[in-house]
């Protein structure tokens, strides 16, 4: 087992963020909300898990490209780990984005732990999407849960009582709590009749918790508008098929029955808060 990272300057009370492509991660929300993070808070790469080990590169092809038109560059599935430090927050943040590995999934978040621990991060969060019954035209649900009765306790979350398959964002976070490093899971509900990537309101949706549980601004640049833009292309989608017209309107009739957490007073106040954390720019 081998690992490349690179000397890091002790970090501040460091947060670890994580996302993998594949069964956990529908139309790419959560390997996007990684994604967007990296790039707008200038992350830089400290590390990398050594593909031979965890990937079966007949599942997971390496990509050939051209540098500068003329030399042949082969880029090898992964997972990498960067660290980033937000405007503002007085911590730093590690963002590990990669694929859900083929094999050896022990040994993965083995070695993610040690990684982590080298790094002195106190808690991880691991980000997730699933495709569910719900409109495309209500705000998307995020289920934010914690396997520890401490975390859960301490963040307001719930307590996981799922039962069934799981993927390595599961198995990740049982890996952490055994290790005794706290772990809580975001998980955005993506529309299953518009499952292609990517989504970008199920992105915006996992930054906004994100957001909330750092207690800091996170900057959206074009994100909120891209998520009209995708609301606005899926009804005029559905506005061709009465079939799936009358299935859009069958959802939104039982979440308007349902006790929506989004109309309560508390997240009405928590958007206000956020509002004014963003100096009243109403757009993102």
Not at 81 to 87: A, H, K, N, Y
Not at 220 to 235: C, F, I, N, T, Y
Request: overall charge negative; some cysteine.
């Amino acid at each position: 087992m081998t690992n490349r990272m690179g000397h890091v300057s002790p970090l501040r009370r460091p947060v670890l963020l994580a996302a993998f492509e594949g069964w956990n991660d529908a139309a790419d929300a959560a390997t996007g909300a990684v994604e967007h993070l990296e790039l707008f808070w200038d992350a830089y790469k400290v590390g990398a898990l050594d593909a031979d080990d965890y990937y079966d590169f007949q599942v997971n092809r390496p990509i050939v490209s051209l540098v500068d038109g003329l030399t042949r560059r082969i880029s090898w599935p992964t997972t990498r780990l960067s660290v980033c430090s937000p405007p503002g927050a007085d911590r730093d943040v590690v963002l590990v984005r990669g694929l859900e590995p083929n094999l050896r999934w022990r040994g993965f978040c083995d070695e993610l732990l040690s990684l982590a621990g080298e790094l002195g991060v106190e808690l991880v969060v691991t980000l997730g999407a699933l495709l569910a019954d719900s409109p495309h035209t209500r705000p998307v649900p995020v289920s934010g849960t914690a396997s520890d009765p401490k975390t859960t306790a301490a963040l307001g979350l719930e307590r996981s009582r799922y039962e069934g398959p799981t993927g390595i964002v599961g198995v990740f976070q049982d890996h952490c709590v055994k290790a005794g490093l706290p772990a809580i899971s975001f998980w955005a509900a993506v529309p299953h009749y518009v499952a292609q990537a990517p989504c970008p309101k199920a992105t915006l949706a996992l930054l906004r918790k994100i957001e909330d549980l750092l207690d800091l601004p996170v900057p959206l640049g074009e994100l909120p508008e891209q998520a009209r833009e995708w609301e606005r292309s899926v009804d005029e989608l559905a506005a061709d098929d009465s079939e799936v017209r009358e299935y859009i309107a069958s959802l939104e009739e039982r979440e308007a029955e349902e006790d929506l957490p989004e109309a309560s007073g508390e997240a009405i106040a928590k958007e206000f808060e956020r509002y004014l954390k963003r100096g009243g720019d109403a757009s993102s």
